[in-house]
């Protein structure tokens, strides 16, 4: 019979722990549907040795929250997986290099529009004043290239002092209203098809779209140009791709540009999908029979 892992949160990050178990029934309901037997097993447990990892079909990082905690240990990973061949989807690479957001200018020097950023080794209150004075935005977002959930995300007008900021490498934005007017969609993929798309906004008053939040999802439908910038994302990345999410928000100017293209554990949002997830079975299954 197909065995598949799916890697889960570190036990002992206690962040996730009202959370995981639900994702985790959605996705074994739909993994068992196709006739796999599914593990749950901590990411953490497999960094040091993969014996543990070998007897499976399929491993599935899906639910690997909390690897921005441990950054360090996180990459140790990906490196033991990658030398063992494990059959990771995604791609032991892919969960390397999607780990640090600093691919968004890689992506972007391949033509794909992002928001306007400042990348900085260690974000400093001189940096912000700079931002604020040469872009004119009257509201800035910083945050963290290794982060997840808004983690240490920092929204400051001008002359705030920041607070809990970021430690090691940043990124500095221009705030794009449109997540308080409209939220932020995300288009997901599975085997390269597109299968649904949710629109996740903020409550009134907040900024962060996160369900922990409060965040206000709802299933939509996408238009021309947001699946086309979905496209220009997923053929920019050159490794194969069981899954992707690709998070989009419109500028200033209305245009549609990338948040982040989600590759390594996104919520897929299988609650909201109109074919409860079977686009993801289907995907699975092909991958299997590969």
Not at 19 to 47: F, M, Q, S
Not at 116 to 144: C, H, M
Request: glycine content about 8%.
């Amino acid at each position: 019979m197909t065995r598949i892992a799916i890697l889960t949160p570190d036990p002992a990050d206690k962040s996730y722990i009202g959370r995981w178990p639900e994702v985790l029934a959605r996705l074994k309901t739909t993994l068992e549907g196709t006739g796999a037997t599914v593990t749950a097993t901590a990411w953490t447990d497999h960094v040091k040795d993969a014996a543990g990892l070998e007897p499976y079909d399929l491993i599935l990082p899906v639910i690997a929250w909390g690897y921005h905690r441990d950054h360090d240990l996180w990459l140790a990973g990906c490196e033991m997986w990658s030398h063992a061949g494990l059959p990771l989807a995604n791609p032991a690479e892919v969960l390397r290099w999607n780990s640090d957001k600093a691919y968004l200018a890689r992506l972007a020097d391949q033509g794909v529009p992002i928001p306007p950023t400042r990348w900085t080794d260690r974000v400093t209150q001189d940096q912000v004043d700079a931002a604020f004075a040469e872009t004119g935005a009257p509201v800035l977002i910083v945050k963290p290239t290794v982060s997840a959930g808004a983690f240490r995300t920092l929204r400051l007008t001008p002359g705030q002092p920041m607070t809990d900021a970021p430690e090691g490498a940043a990124m500095i934005q221009p705030y794009l209203k449109s997540i308080e007017t409209e939220g932020e969609t995300s288009l997901l993929f599975f085997g390269g098809r597109f299968s649904h798309a949710v629109n996740k906004r903020p409550v009134p008053g907040d900024f962060r779209i996160q369900m922990q939040f409060g965040g206000l999802y709802r299933t939509v439908t996408p238009d021309a140009e947001a699946m086309a910038l979905a496209e220009q994302v997923l053929a920019a990345i050159a490794e194969p791709l069981l899954y992707a999410r690709i998070d989009m928000a419109r500028d200033d100017a209305g245009a549609w540009v990338l948040m982040e293209a989600e590759l390594i554990e996104p919520d897929f949002y299988l609650d909201h999908d109109p074919a409860n997830g079977a686009g993801f079975a289907a995907a699975v299954a092909a991958r299997l029979k590969a």
